[in-house]
């Protein structure tokens, strides 16, 4: 089985960035650097990434009309994925970075 969902992760890590600082800055916007913005971005890609890793998995479960684990995997992800992000926001004042590394958690629950 090919996932076809890689090509568009591989385009994320190396287009999103650049495209999304340019556009911020025609707009007006000067409070953001190209080079925090690209390592968000390609952050993001390999959460992305991560989380590719365990569709065949989930696959397998769906084939197998298992959709309580699925729901279970899911809640759990989205739940770590909202106390890194209200944790990083709230008590430590964190930037966009955060919101990687909320994803990145999140990528590991699902692949867990």
């Known amino acids: 089985m090919v996932l076809l969902s890689w ?19 025609y707009f007006g916007y000067e409070g953001v650097s190209s080079d925090d913005f690209n390592s968000v971005a390609i952050w993001f890609a390999i959460a992305s990434g991560i989380e590719l890793l365990a569709e065949p ?5 769906l084939a197998y009309s298992r959709l309580y684990v699925k729901a279970g995997v899911e809640a759990v992800g989205v739940s770590l ?11 430590l ?6 919101y990687a ?5 999140y990528s ?3 692949l867990a």
Do not use: D
Not at 93 to 98: C, F, L, N, S, Y
């Open 7 to 25: 090509i568009p992760v591989l385009l994320a890590g190396f287009v999103i960035g650049p495209v999304s600082v340019g556009v911020l800055t």
């Open 57 to 61: 998995a989930f696959n397998v479960i």
């Open 81 to 91: 994925k909202g106390i890194v992000i209200y944790a990083g926001v709230v008590w």
């Open 93 to 98: 004042g964190a930037g966009p970075e955060i």
């Open 101 to 105: 590394l909320a994803q990145l958690v």
């Open 108 to 110: 590991g629950a699902i």
